[in-house]
């Protein structure tokens, strides 16, 4: 029996024949390599035997699933298949003959969808950046007008564009966008929440990527295909669909990483040790092992996925071969204890209850005031459109709110802020955004740069690779 939330039942590692001492292992390999893990759990035998959250990511948040989400439209695809609406070998052009111009024809003839679920489509670059450039255009227009360079099903290319075609295609043929068709189809009869999702300008979901799931929503989807789409008792995605798209349909071996050149399916890339997964961007996988009946979800903010895998393969696979035996149903559970680093808290310069009015910045602030708490470090900031941005900062721990600050798409999101007052280097205020739908974290640093003036960083980041940074320039009022 599932818990509320819990779409998986739990088990006693050593009762599915998994070593609990395994995520123990895996926990510590990952922090000393700092790769910017957030959540993992282990499936064995179809029970959760394992599961470890890094706070401030909680199991009932949702994250950013980026290219996760390629393995839901494919699976759209697959069932539309099935009910007869899309055929696999259907060129594209029959879904959107509007677009057939003498001149899309002739360089768009002969790709099919097969060529699109396996990102075989001949084109040499993602037409999604070109998609990106021109939000208020018509996406699909735009891909049909990019010429392939090889002929279809030869040459693979990560093809983030190719992935929205195919989400235009269900909604095309169906009248309804890949979330909302898959809502009575997948989501429901799993016991999935009904997800949030990104869509274009035009209504139509990415489709390369968007979807927001909390991990274990993401394990259920690995169960679903390691039972081949059946889910108590109900077929819910059909066997042939799950296999084909589980088998490698166009050579990936060019690649440098190891567990990217294995192959690649209709959205799911092909892995060492007879795996295969759904894979997105910063380290959010759910790793399918037929072999050992298992399931690994992850969700991360790292710039090294490689080195993730491994560490799945160098201490969470072996653990999945101990005898079984009789035990209690206790999963091995660590995550009221883990934590992302937090910085710490030390005296540093009195600026709080002061104004500090900025320069014209390109992230239009207007001015930010430090008031302090019994609890927390709150700052206050103001930008040009008049809005307020209120952010509680834990001293030595992370403090949730919802924020406005530094989104690009939605409504507020959840946000966790950690801080420190001064640091070994130079007397400053330093505050840490964990944005804890994504893999991405905000370092904001107040330093006293003169005679009445601060300087002010603002760096959006991952642990394992800097990433861009604004400086500005304000004076103490």
Not at 36 to 57: F, I, K, Q
Not at 133 to 161: C, K, M, R
Not at 428 to 443: A, D, K, N
Request: glycine share 10%; hydrophobic share 40%.
């Amino acid at each position: 029996m599932t818990g509320r939330g819990q779409l998986l039942p739990r088990s006693n590692p050593r009762s599915q024949g998994f070593d609990p001492n395994a995520l123990d292992r895996f926990v510590k390999a990952v922090e000393a390599d700092q790769l910017g893990v957030h959540s993992v759990m282990v499936v064995r035998h179809g029970h959760v035997v394992a599961e470890e959250w890094w706070r401030p990511y909680t199991p009932d948040r949702p994250h950013l699933m980026f290219s996760v989400s390629k393995a839901f439209t494919a699976t759209a695809i697959g069932l539309a298949v099935h009910e007869g609406k899309i055929g696999l070998d259907e060129p594209v052009l029959d879904i959107f003959p509007t677009y057939a111009t003498p001149r899309i024809r002739s360089i768009m003839a002969d790709v099919r969808i097969r060529h699109l679920l396996s990102m075989g489509s001949g084109h040499s670059v993602d037409t999604m950046s070109l998609m990106r450039q021109l939000p208020e255009h018509d996406w699909v227009e735009i891909f049909l007008s990019v010429a392939p360079e090889y002929p279809p099903g030869t040459y693979f290319l990560y093809n983030s564009g190719a992935s929205h075609v195919l989400s235009a295609a269900v909604q095309s043929r169906t009248g309804q966008s890949v979330r909302d068709y898959l809502m009575p189809r997948l989501f429901e009869p799993l016991g999935i929440p009904k997800p949030e999702v990104e869509s274009n300008q035009r209504g139509v979901n990415l489709g390369g990527s968007g979807f927001l799931l909390r991990t274990e929503d993401l394990a259920t989807f690995g169960q679903l295909y390691l039972q081949r789409g059946k889910w108590n008792g109900t077929q819910l995605v059909p066997a042939e669909w799950v296999d084909e798209a589980s088998t490698s349909a166009i050579s990936t071996a060019s690649h440098d990483n190891p567990d990217w050149a294995v192959g690649y399916g209709f959205k799911f890339w092909r892995g060492r040790h007879n795996s295969y997964r759904a894979d997105g961007a910063f380290g959010q996988f759910s790793v399918i092992l037929p072999d050992q009946d298992a399931v690994v979800a992850l969700t991360s903010g790292s710039t090294n996925t490689q080195g993730i895998l491994d560490a799945v393969w160098d201490h969470l696979l072996p653990g999945m071969g101990v005898a079984q035996a009789d035990a209690e149903s206790v999963p091995t559970r660590r995550y009221e204890s883990a934590s992302l680093s937090v910085p710490e808290a030390t005296d540093g310069p009195d600026l709080t209850g002061r104004v500090i009015r900025f320069q014209d910045n390109p992230l239009g602030l207007l001015d930010l005031t430090l008031v302090d708490d019994p609890d927390a470090l709150v700052a206050r900031l103001h930008d040009v459109s008049g809005a307020e941005h209120l952010l509680r900062c834990g001293r030595g721990d992370w403090i949730h709110g919802t924020t406005r600050f530094g989104v690009h798409f939605g409504p507020e999101r959840e946000v966790a802020v950690a801080g420190r007052v001064g640091n070994p280097d130079a007397a400053s205020i330093g505050l840490q955004l964990q944005y804890v739908e994504t893999p991405f974290r905000r370092i904001v640093t107040v330093r006293p740069s003169g005679e009445g003036t601060v300087e002010v960083t603002i760096e959006v980041d991952l642990p394992s690779a800097r990433g861009h940074r604004e400086t500005l320039r304000g004076r103490i009022g």
